[in-house]
């Protein structure tokens, strides 16, 4: 079966910036929309964005203005661009897609994570 691999996540100073790459391996269907989502410590897993296979994007309040969302699908990968981070944003960064079927999911991929840390 398929698997997801972020990568791009480290320590940085608030006001900083970093992208986050996700890529997409072993899957055999074509990949609809993907998300990122975040866990803080001690938190819930939130959802921060998503994008449709053509590329209309979605973000959570917290992040609009400061995040973008992107991917390439000839290279199975999704992106997230992070500028002006504040220290509210540290968290382990997930991502994720559905297998689709009938219209209707029937596998949920995660990644491993990729941990980010905004320090002031």
């Known amino acids: 079966q398929g698997q997801l691999v972020e990568s791009g996540g480290g320590l940085v100073q608030t006001g900083g910036s970093l992208r986050l790459s996700c890529v997409a391996s072993g899957m055999t269907f074509s990949l609809d929309i993907m998300r990122w989502y975040r866990q803080a410590p001690g938190m819930q897993r939130e959802w921060v964005a998503d994008?449709?296979?053509?590329?209309?994007?979605n973000y959570v309040d917290a992040v609009k203005g400061r995040f973008t969302i992107s991917r390439d699908n000839a290279k199975n990968s999704m992106y997230l661009q992070m500028n002006s981070l504040k220290p509210e944003d540290t968290a382990v960064y997930y991502c994720n897609t559905d297998q689709m079927q009938w219209g209707a999911p029937v596998y949920t991929f995660w990644g491993q994570g990729t941990q980010v840390t905004v320090f002031s």
């Open positions: 994008i449709t296979r053509d590329g209309s994007a």
